[in-house]
């Protein structure tokens, strides 16, 4: 596996890569890699004729106050774990060469950018949109990957994709989960053992919401009524968000149809953890 540091040379790469008239198939992150992101490599692997990632832990999509400093950094692992699943190219720049000085162009997705997530943390989809336009521009793939628990996130990026007219496909992938329900995710490091047991009601309130539509209910009002219920018999967690939107959109519906999103923010003590899952 080749870990590149510059733009330059990994536009160089990727070109050749293209050339050879293989589908390039690409799976961005920021690193501290668990089961979810080896998922999405192994769903490009047999879709693409190669794979590249990249890490990058990216300071634009973190409000004052937020965990940058501490987000997890586990680089020579994570690199282990690519390379085992057959990456061919790994892109790893530092921040400056990410934006270098002087640069000030920013990716702004409106109206649904500052739905759920973006409504909780102003300017995180501002950042997402602009570094993963920047990705786009120097890998080229053909097909991007990105995991469905960051539902708002894949809304936000399909919308750019449209209206950017990147010619990119961006495939959703399930959300991976621990036997107990919980969803992977890189902040779990920062749970306590304790805490981790509380954040399982994140779970278990779209489970209730899931078993509520499956016995018939489709009013969006009740079926939130049930949900926090759940998530009432839990104090110590602190609930953010609990929504039912359109999946594409990301405004409130008032009943569920199939491919409704149902997704849920809470702090479990100064972690953020989110879920969700889209109606069948």
């Given at each position: 596996m080749q870990i590149v540091e510059t733009i330059a040379e990994m536009q160089r790469i990727c070109r050749k890569l293209r050339r050879e008239n293989r589908v390039l198939g690409f799976v961005p992150t920021m690193g501290a890699l668990h089961e979810g992101h080896l998922s999405l490599v192994r769903r490009a692997r047999p879709e693409c004729g190669v794979v590249a990632a990249?890490?990058?832990?990216?300071?634009?999509?973190?409000?004052?106050?937020?965990?940058?400093?501490?987000?997890?950094?586990?680089?020579?692992?994570?690199?282990?774990?690519?390379?085992?699943?057959?990456?061919?190219?790994?892109?790893?720049?530092?921040?400056?060469?990410?934006?270098?000085?002087?640069?000030?162009?920013?990716?702004?997705?409106?109206?649904?950018?500052?739905?759920?997530?973006?409504?909780?943390?102003?300017?995180?989809?501002?950042?997402?949109?602009?570094?993963?336009?920047?990705?786009?521009?120097v890998v080229g793939p053909e097909r991007a990957y990105f995991g469905q628990k960051d539902a708002a996130q894949l809304a936000v990026l399909r919308q750019?994709?449209?209206?950017?007219?990147?010619?990119?496909?961006?495939?959703?992938?399930?959300?991976v989960r621990d036997a107990d329900g919980l969803a992977l995710s890189s902040r779990n490091k920062y749970l306590s053992a304790t805490e981790r047991d509380y954040a399982l009601v994140l779970h278990r309130v779209l489970l209730r919401i899931e078993q509520m539509v499956a016995n018939g209910e489709r009013k969006s009002s009740t079926l939130l009524q049930g949900g926090m219920e759940t998530l009432l018999a839990v104090p110590e967690v602190?609930?953010?968000?609990?929504?039912?939107?359109?999946?594409?959109?990301?405004?409130?519906?008032?009943?569920?149809?199939?491919?409704?999103?149902?997704?849920?923010?809470?702090?479990?003590?100064?972690?953020?953890?989110?879920?969700?899952?889209?109606?069948?």
């Amino acid at each position: 596996m080749q870990i590149v540091e510059t733009i330059a040379e990994m536009q160089r790469i990727c070109r050749k890569l293209r050339r050879e008239n293989r589908v390039l198939g690409f799976v961005p992150t920021m690193g501290a890699l668990h089961e979810g992101h080896l998922s999405l490599v192994r769903r490009a692997r047999p879709e693409c004729g190669v794979v590249a990632a990249s890490i990058f832990v990216n300071p634009l999509q973190f409000g004052p106050g937020e965990d940058f400093g501490k987000y997890p950094r586990t680089f020579e692992q994570d690199c282990r774990y690519l390379e085992a699943e057959g990456v061919e190219a790994l892109f790893a720049p530092e921040a400056a060469e990410m934006y270098p000085e002087g640069a000030v162009t920013t990716v702004t997705v409106s109206g649904i950018g500052d739905r759920l997530d973006g409504a909780s943390r102003p300017g995180h989809f501002t950042g997402v949109a602009t570094v993963v336009a920047k990705l786009f521009n120097v890998v080229g793939p053909e097909r991007a990957y990105f995991g469905q628990k960051d539902a708002a996130q894949l809304a936000v990026l399909r919308q750019m994709v449209r209206d950017l007219n990147f010619e990119i496909e961006l495939v959703g992938c399930s959300i991976v989960r621990d036997a107990d329900g919980l969803a992977l995710s890189s902040r779990n490091k920062y749970l306590s053992a304790t805490e981790r047991d509380y954040a399982l009601v994140l779970h278990r309130v779209l489970l209730r919401i899931e078993q509520m539509v499956a016995n018939g209910e489709r009013k969006s009002s009740t079926l939130l009524q049930g949900g926090m219920e759940t998530l009432l018999a839990v104090p110590e967690v602190r609930i953010d968000y609990l929504a039912i939107v359109d999946a594409n959109s990301l405004l409130p519906v008032a009943s569920v149809g199939t491919g409704t999103l149902v997704a849920i923010a809470a702090y479990v003590g100064q972690t953020r953890l989110i879920d969700n899952f889209l109606v069948k």
